[in-house]
């Protein structure tokens, strides 16, 4: 897995959001994001994730999994169907 300290915005197209430090951040490292091959991006920390039009998405944990497959049914959370969908590319 790939880590790096999020200082900016990271935008995520498969859940069409955008993860970004809250206004009042106090550390210049405010969150962290782990890219899990194959699946969801890992955020930990403090941010705020942004829609389309930059209305906040409420979450109610400090760690999330933000799917990057665009098949979730539950976006922009990961719901475990890229598992699915790559044993179907597999097949
Ligand atoms: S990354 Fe899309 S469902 Fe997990």
Do not use: Y
Not at 23 to 42: H, I, K, N, R, Y
Not at 59 to 69: D, G, Q, S, Y
């Amino acid at each position: 897995m790939n880590s790096r300290a999020g200082t900016g915005a990271v935008s995520v197209p498969g859940s069409k959001v955008t993860v970004v430090p809250p206004a009042d951040a106090q550390d210049d490292e405010p969150f962290a994001v782990t890219s899990c091959p194959g699946g969801p991006l890992l955020v930990r920390g403090d941010f705020e994730i942004q829609d389309g039009e930059g209305n906040e998405v409420p979450k109610n944990r400090e760690t999330v999994a933000l799917c990057r497959c665009a098949g979730s049914r539950i976006k922009p959370w990961c719901d475990g169907t890229h598992k699915l969908l790559r044993r179907a590319a597999e097949n």
